[in-house]
């Protein structure tokens, strides 16, 4: 059956954030804040504060604005700051409020493209509602979506991991899981995620962001070769040209 609508992750799909390092954004922010950081430490504390957030935070609070505070918590006292560090833990993850993304400049004509055909587009990430808003006006996209959501908006915490959120989205969207699919960069939640909700899933992997991941990704992933056939990727791509190009073979 034909796809009617097509739900597209944010960052490493449609913007990214410039910076040469995972990190860099953190650093940005804490300097701001009066923080002055040492880069190679910062970098090895937002790897540690990132190993015991997958393993003691994200399995109960999920990708909710809480977990991704308390990851910021995990990094600065990494950092050797003590306290009640709440309040500039919630002042650094404002950033993705209003953040600094550019936009993959094949975007608009690829979006295009897709609304002459009929197909209706939203998107789903694990920002904050209002990130995603204000992204989309910034480089002038929100003409493109009909719906957003994200888990703070449905009050889902595990978001794309969770089947309930998937179902959440595909009721306001009015279709079936078959004829919806998926967009992203993260193998684990943007393809597993969606598989697992019965939804098809396309694989963007962008050369140029090779080894940059945003907080909150997964991926990378080993033994790919391992994971069931119906969690595998409907299909792979480098850019948005591509996916007009194989939406017949989905």
Do not use: C
């Amino acid at each position: 059956m034909r796809v009617r609508v097509i739900f597209f992750d944010m960052d490493g799909t449609l913007v990214w954030v410039p910076g040469s390092g995972q990190a860099d954004w953190f650093a940005q922010r804490i300097e701001k804040l009066g923080i002055p950081p040492d880069r190679e430490q910062l970098a090895q504390a937002y790897h540690r504060a990132q190993e015991r957030w997958q393993q003691e935070i994200r399995p109960r609070l999920g990708f909710s604005m809480e977990s991704f505070v308390e990851w910021n918590k995990l990094i600065l006292r990494e950092l050797g700051l003590n306290g009640d560090l709440s309040l500039i833990a919630e002042e650094i993850q404002r950033y993705w409020e209003t953040p600094t993304d550019e936009l993959f400049p094949e975007v608009p004509e690829a979006l295009e493209r897709l609304r002459r055909r009929g197909i209706e587009l939203g998107i789903v990430s694990h920002r904050p509602i209002a990130g995603i808003e204000r992204s989309l006006e910034k480089h002038g996209l929100k003409e493109f979506f009909r719906w957003l959501a994200s888990p703070d908006s449905t009050g889902i915490a595990h978001g794309k991991l969770d089947r309930a959120f998937w179902a959440s989205v595909l009721k306001r969207a009015g279709a079936a899981p078959h004829e919806a699919l998926h967009v992203g960069d993260d193998f684990e939640t943007d393809i597993r995620g969606a598989r697992r909700a019965g939804l098809h899933a396309v694989w963007i992997e962008r050369p140029e962001l090779q080894g940059r991941f945003y907080p909150g990704r997964l991926s990378p992933l080993s033994g790919l070769h391992s994971i069931p056939t119906n969690e595998r990727a409907s299909a792979r791509i480098n850019n948005l040209q591509e996916l007009n190009e194989i939406l017949h073979d989905v």
